[in-house]
């Protein structure tokens, strides 16, 4: 039987106890945590995650504002306004919305952002500390997968893991992650790439297999044993003339035909997507919470 990871419903019960912990903030006459977000241009994708993030800090009752630019802003104007927002006490966390045009260093801006306001947890400071299984804000899709794996009791301890992508914000981080002890780790992982060779058989090896490359139906029936946990970080657009918008969301993996052989899996869209938001609320309430020594 094939259990469906349901990330949305997960979603909204970590964003009800986060509101619950806002609802006692509020009540003892505090202002609520706020979350600002920098958006540049305005790529359909980034204003969709976005609407996401505005719509799930109200739900969980805090205070956010969108900072809205231009995709012709100049490097030294982007890093003025992250600059502003270390400065502004009334601000706990802010991220940056990637991708960023291409003639900005995303490095900068990220090394930018003051590491105790970095909600993403993509400064090099927070990256460090967990590493070394030290206190840091989490790279909220990593943070996300790993409460998807908690809450559904899915063992990690001694499982192979394999996961494919070594993006700095998602299959790196991952790999540190499971990797590591604790509740949730203790796994063997393998980080597969683009120049890893004999993918599918390394695959099949996996009991966990975690897809973060971006490629629509590329994990196949044929690349995953019985019994594999599967979770899908691919977000991809295809056409689909059959729908009104003559597109939909697909994730890296051919759902249909990889599901029946999974224990659990993940759906595109309202899998890891909306547990990634989640998280981010969970570090920007961990910012305010730092903040006022809670
Ligand atoms: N700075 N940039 C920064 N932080 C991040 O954490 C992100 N990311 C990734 C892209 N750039 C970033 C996100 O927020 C990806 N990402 C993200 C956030 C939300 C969702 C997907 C990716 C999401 O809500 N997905 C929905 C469908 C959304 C839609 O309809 O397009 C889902 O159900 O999967």
Known sequence: MTQIIDGKEL??????????KVDL????????????AVLVGNNPASEAYMR???????????????IRKESDITQAELLAVVKQLNEDDQVDGFIVQLPLPDHIDDEAVLLAIDPSKDVDGFHPYNFGCMAQGLDSFLPATPYGI????????????????????RS???????????????KVGNSTV???????????????????????????????????????VVIDVGINRIDDLTRKSGSRLVGDVDFEKVAPKASFITPVPGGVGPMTVASLMLNTLKAYNNKYDV
Not at 168 to 182: A, E, F
Not at 197 to 218: C, H, M, Q, V, Y
């Open 146 to 165: 790993m409460i998807m794996l908690e809450r559904y009791g899915i063992e990690t301890s001694g499982k192979n893991v394999v996961i494919i992508g």
């Open 190 to 228: 393998t980080l597969a790439h683009s120049r890893t060779k004999n993918l599918p058989e390394i695959t099949r090896r996996a009991d966990i297999l975690i897809s973060a490359l971006g490629k629509p139906f590329f994990v196949t029936a044929d690349m995953v044993k019985e019994g594999v």
């Open 168 to 182: 700095n914000i998602v299959g790196t981080p991952m790999s540190l992650l499971l990797s590591r002890k604790g």
């Open 25 to 36: 903030i509020k009540e003892s006459g505090k202002r609520p945590p706020h979350l600002s």
């Open 11 to 20: 979603s909204q019960t970590v964003k009800q106890e986060i509101k619950e």
């Open 52 to 66: 996401n993030k505005v719509r799930s800090c109200e739900q969980v009752g805090f205070s956010s504002d969108l």
